[in-house]
């Protein structure tokens, strides 16, 4: 079985930064793509990025792309989403998500709130 343990949510003001960090448990966490995924009150979860198990390709939502970046760290089994210039529509409960070939599974999330 599989944890991931996110990290690193807060309060922020629009236009303000936070790092968040999802922690793996495992032997073979470079082995496989890791995500991001956000769930807004009301709206239904949605992909924010993804990278790869080497970390040399990622992947971003359009709503995202140039203000937030994926990156991890396979020695630390841990995987990172960099956000910054936040907005108030970035409001959400962060999940991290680890895709294997018949599974995947999800962290407990932790909650970005951008005050506008």
């Known amino acids: 079985q599989v944890q991931l343990v996110e990290s690193g949510g807060g309060l922020v003001q629009a236009g303000g930064s936070l790092r968040l960090s999802c922690a793996a448990s495992g032997r073979t966490f470079s082995a496989y793509r890791m995500g991001w995924f956000r769930q807004a009150p009301g709206k239904e979860r949605e992909f924010v990025a993804r990278i790869s198990g080497g970390g040399a390709y990622t992947y971003y939502a359009d709503s995202v792309k140039g203000r937030f970046t994926i990156s991890r760290d396979n020695a630390a089994n841990t995987v990172y989403l960099q956000m910054n210039n936040l907005k108030a529509e970035d409001t959400a409960v962060y999940y991290c998500?680890?895709?294997?070939?018949?599974?995947?599974?999800w962290g407990q999330g932790t909650q970005v709130t951008v005050s506008s």
């Open positions: 998500n680890q895709e294997r070939a018949t599974s995947q599974y």
